[in-house]
């Protein structure tokens, strides 16, 4: 069983950074794929950006060039630095875990950008 804990989240002015952690825990096999997902008051859950236990990243065409994902696989832990925060970035973030043909959610943390 694998545990995920986000962290990281609050109230941020626009056009500042934050950077949003998720620490995994439990069975976590040396392949794995950690991904960012972030939903919006009335919108749907959307990716924001993967990493594979490879360096491999992928990201959504929003989010591209603001934010940036990176991992530390000695401590299980994903992190996500958020540059230039807008508005419209509020939302909640969770963190998603795949391996193995299951995933685990997170339980979110929220990211709010206001003045």
């Known amino acids: 069983q694998v545990q995920l804990v986000e962290s990281g989240g609050g109230l941020v002015q626009p056009g500042r950074s934050l950077r949003l952690s998720c620490a995994a825990s439990g069975s976590i096999f040396n392949f794995n794929i950690m991904g960012w997902y972030r939903q919006a008051p009335g919108k749907e859950r959307e990716l924001v950006a993967s990493?594979?236990?490879?360096?491999?990243?992928y990201y959504g065409e929003s989010e591209r060039g603001r934010f940036s994902i990176s991992r530390d696989n000695a401590k299980n832990t994903m992190y996500l630095h958020m540059n230039s925060l807008k508005p419209e970035d509020t939302a909640v973030y969770y963190c998603?875990?795949?391996?193995?043909?299951?995933?685990?959610w997170g339980q979110g943390t929220l990211v709010t950008v206001s003045s």
């Open positions: 990493i594979n236990t490879l360096g491999g990243t």
């Open positions: 998603k875990l795949w391996q193995g043909g299951f995933e685990t």
